[in-house]
């Protein structure tokens, strides 16, 4: 009785599907995803830089107006065109000697002011707010009769950027003290 061998392209045949199921199995267990890290750390660090580079640009703002904006429209055109920005940026310190550019260069070596405007990840916009705060102040005659009331509001005192990918925020809508802090460091 003799047995029949199955033919040599059946084995061939089976041992290229075996290689490339090895394949694809390692593309998709080990390569995939230290892509998908590496574009996620890439991601956040630019949109950090993004949100610092705007907490720089709010200073200046500050200094100039003795409030902040929540225009970013307005915030990429003063930084775009007004002078006390350039001067900021290509100044020395008389002291230290140093450069008084207080800007974060991107991942790709530059600083484009229009970047300011979207996350790289999915594009959004950055979420920009400022605070804004009434108070009033009731002036009473000695027989108890209101003579007038002085009402105050105050818009741009502080101020909050935040990631809309979830990367963090810059700023405090409610205490003056973390007014320029971001929520990594």
Same mark, same amino acid.
């Given at each position: 009785?003799?047995?029949?061998?199955?033919?040599?392209?059946?084995?061939?045949?089976?041992?290229?599907?075996?290689?490339?199921?090895?394949?694809?199995?390692?593309?998709?267990?080990?390569?995939?995803?230290?892509?998908?890290?590496? =574009?996620?750390?890439?991601?956040?660090?630019?949109?950090?830089?993004?949100?610092? =580079?705007?907490?720089?640009?709010?200073?200046?703002?500050?200094?100039?107006?003795?409030?902040?904006?929540?225009?970013?429209?307005?915030?990429?055109?003063?930084?775009?065109?007004?002078?006390?920005?350039?001067?900021?940026?290509?100044?020395?310190?008389?002291?230290?000697?140093?450069?008084?550019?207080?800007?974060?260069?991107?991942?790709?070596?530059?600083?484009?002011?229009?970047?300011?405007?979207?996350?790289?990840?999915?594009?959004?916009?950055?979420?920009?707010?400022?605070?804004?705060?009434?108070?009033?102040?009731?002036?009473?005659?000695?027989?108890?009769?209101?003579?007038?009331?002085?009402?105050?509001?105050?818009?741009?005192?502080?101020?909050?950027?935040?990631?809309?990918?979830?990367?963090?925020?810059?700023?405090?809508?409610?205490?003056?003290?973390?007014?320029?802090?971001?929520?990594?460091?």
């Amino acid at each position: 009785m003799s047995t029949k061998s199955e033919p040599w392209y059946l084995h061939a045949g089976l041992y290229a599907v075996i290689l490339v199921l090895i394949y694809v199995l390692i593309r998709v267990a080990i390569i995939e995803p230290q892509e998908i890290v590496e =574009n996620e750390k890439y991601f956040k660090a630019e949109s950090r830089a993004r949100m610092l =580079n705007i907490r720089e640009a709010e200073k200046l703002w500050f200094n100039k107006y003795n409030r902040f904006t929540d225009s970013m429209d307005s915030l990429v055109n003063f930084l775009k065109n007004d002078p006390s920005v350039q001067k900021a940026i290509t100044g020395t310190d008389s002291v230290t000697g140093r450069s008084t550019n207080t800007f974060v260069s991107l991942k790709d070596g530059e600083l484009l002011w229009d970047s300011l405007f979207r996350s790289p990840k999915t594009g959004q916009p950055f979420l920009l707010a400022v605070d804004t705060s009434k108070s009033a102040d009731t002036v009473i005659d000695r027989r108890g009769n209101v003579i007038k009331v002085d009402s105050t509001t105050v818009i741009g005192k502080r101020y909050v950027v935040t990631s809309p990918d979830g990367y963090g925020s810059v700023g405090d809508l409610y205490s003056d003290a973390m007014r320029f802090t971001a929520s990594w460091e």
